[in-house]
């Protein structure tokens, strides 16, 4: 019997790589679905794989083929940023649809597929292995390790949280987005999307999580919002949205006095323009991963310039 997802397993990055090509998927019904767009462009390296995949559709459907029945419109983020509709399959559906493309690709992929399933169903029965993954992926971006116990602690109060927003009749997707923006308004005094532009990440098509480019104080007042949003809630027996927005507002309030106070006696902004796009030039997981001897000579670079200064 396969095992409910609780919100602080689901990942927050949307993106995968079969052999350096980025494939969009989204965690729907308890697995995994995938943009098939993407996995064609991937098999046959059309420039138009949108195109590809439509005649592909139609003649399927032409020939009576159930394939497309494996299709749902799911909403991923597109090349704009903003979240569209767009065909997808799970792994059943997949295989099914590679046999009707004609690749050398198809059976690496396939190989790739069942590995991609099978690494996130044990990770569904450990839960510390998720955990490990994100942390040896952090790594591998050049992160510093005092930043990534903060992130990954984050994650565990961001769980927190959703478990109780469940848990008291708050429906996700829709209302789960405005409440956050509710704690992080009363936080930081900006809304998301201006923390967001504020840190250039406008300007970055896809893969890049506001959370991700925090600062330690950023990081460490977003915790202290959303465990007290929990808090909160658990006191008041806060029940559906309205209860939880006073809540969140609340909750945000209390990291947002909390800033203003260390604001006034540090005299320096914790909101922050600093980003980590600096870090890498290849896309994993949703996000830039530096490159090896990219990130190695940067830092005997900043090691040099160090001792120059001296």
Known sequence: MSKKIAPQDKPENHLVVFQEKAIRRTWHNEEWWFSVTDVCGVLTESPDAGAYWRKLKQRLAAE???????????????????????DCANTEGLFRIIQSIP?????PFKRWLAQVGYERVK???NPELASARAR?????KGYPQAWIEKRLRSIAVRGELTDEWKARGVEEGKEYAILTAEIARATFGVTPGTHRRLKGLDKVKTGNNLRDHMTDLELIFTMLGEASTTEIARRKEAQGFDDNRSAAKEGGTVAGNARKELEAKSGKPVVSKTNYLALGSTTVEGATVPKPKAALAARGAKKTSRREKE
């Open 136 to 140: 040896e992926l952090y790594q591998a």
């Open 64 to 86: 009576g083929s159930e394939v497309v029945t494996f299709c749902h419109g799911l909403k991923l983020e597109a090349p704009d940023g903003k979240q569209r509709v767009t």
């Open 103 to 107: 690749s050398p690709r198809a059976e």
């Open 123 to 125: 990770e569904i029965e």
